[in-house]
Nanobody, 125 residues
C-alpha cells in the first residue's frame, strides 16, 4: 500500500498562487507515476497534471491549466508538488493526489491505484 497526504490548499484571490504538496509513504518503490486531479462542486473528477517519476519524462497537463500550473517532484522526500499560479475562480475544487504502479500504468488518463484524502482550494473573484 501507498499512503498519500496532501497539504497546501486554502483560500486565495483570483490571480494569486498556491502550492500543493503530496507526501508519499509505504510501498513507494513500485510507484510509476503520480499526478493531481480535482473535483469541483457538481462536476466529475478531472485530471490536472501528472508525470512519470523515473527519467526525464515530460509532464502531462490538462488544457485548462497549461501555462499556469507546474508539477514537480522531490524524489528524496518522496513528495510531489503542484505550483498553481494565476488562479481563477473556476480552479476552485478539492484537489487529490494520486499514484499508479508500473503494472497498472495506462497513460495519464488511465486508472490510478492510490489516492489522497484531498485538499480544498478556493479561489475568490
Amino acid at each position: 500500500q501507498v499512503q498519500l497526504v496532501e497539504s497546501g490548499g486554502g483560500l486565495v484571490q483570483a490571480g494569486g498562487s498556491l502550492r500543493l504538496s503530496c507526501a508519499a509513504s509505504g510501498r513507494t518503490w513500485d510507484t510509476y507515476a503520480m499526478g493531481w486531479f480535482r473535483r469541483a462542486p457538481g462536476k466529475e473528477r478531472e485530471i490536472v497534471a501528472t508525470f512519470i517519476l523515473a527519467g526525464a519524462a515530460v509532464p502531462y497537463y490538462a488544457d485548462p491549466v497549461k501555462g499556469r500550473f507546474t508539477i514537480s517532484r522531490d524524489n528524496r522526500k518522496k513528495t510531489v508538488y503542484l505550483q498553481m499560479n494565476s488562479l481563477k475562480p473556476e480552479d476552485t475544487a478539492v484537489y487529490y493526489c494520486a499514484a499508479v504502479t508500473t503494472t497498472n500504468w495506462g497513460g495519464p488518463r488511465g486508472q490510478y491505484d492510490y489516492w489522497g484524502q484531498g485538499t480544498q482550494v478556493t479561489v475568490s473573484s
